[in-house]
């Protein structure tokens, strides 16, 4: 009862309204600017015979409906693609929940939830270069609305919200990894005093290899500074579907599942694409100054919580 009771007097600190008023900004922001740009908002699919893969090992958060096994929703990934295939949707955002089911290994991470939101975006024929820009225009504008519209809220934060008005430098993993080591995005992360983007990961299938470059990628993730992290992960995506099954098979995969999806990229029915999902949590915890992700969210969901409700 008492865990109940100091749950609930948790919910009374000054913080914790500072950082709604900041949440509901930064939401509004990001949605009237792909709103702005004639993007097309989906609402969030919650479970399907596939979703994402990752590229690491979390527990199946899978639910039984009547004789099928349906996964809950790790990203958006595949229908997004699928989505740029409707009338009208060349160009599409979800606010996506996700499940990651992750294992106790990163209890102590201070920005890894069970469960969390994507800002979620994808854009017909579009490439890095296009995604990338628009990427680094979006969160200008999102900090840029909160500098101006919640002073008083990261006052009572204590945070003070650099402006950032060069361009965010690209770097490669090729470059960083010969110069810092396997560590880099974290070394890289807390020296630097801008958001950078990392291009060329080996990761999941669906992010685009390099045509005629084997084993190199057109993706790109974006990074905070100040030992931030990770803030977004995008990329060009794989549509055809020889190579589609070349990357799947390169990763060992079973095949099964996805097999309405190859049918898809069978037919030649997917369109080339870019686009990425940014963690909003990740993004509140950066703008309100907050290392750990448990304290910009009312319900904890992080890794090694015990959460009551
Ligand atoms: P991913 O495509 O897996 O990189 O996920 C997209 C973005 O969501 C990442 O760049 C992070 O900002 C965020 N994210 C991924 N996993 C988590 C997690 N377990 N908890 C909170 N945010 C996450
Ligand atoms: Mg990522």
Redesign the pocket.
Known sequence: MEDVQSQIAAFDHPDVEAVAIIRGRVLHALQTFLLDRDFRQLLPILMSPIT?P??HAVYPAEIQYQQRRLKLTA?MIFHKQLALTARGHERIFIVAP?I?L?KPEIKDSQ????E?S?FDFEIRGGTMQQAMQLIEQMVKHTLDEVREHCAAQLAQLGRELPRYETAFPVYSTNELQAELGDDFERLMSEKAHTPFFITNHRREFYDRETPGQRGHYNNY??IWPEGYG????GAEREYEHGQILYRMNELDMDLTPFGNFLEVARQGLLHPSAGG???I???LRFICGKRH?RDVALFDRS?GSDFLF
């Open positions: 994402d990752l590229n990203s996700n990651r992750e920005r890894h939830l069970l969390f994507q993730d974006l990770e803030a977004l992960s999902g940014l963690g949590e990740r993004l992700i890794v």
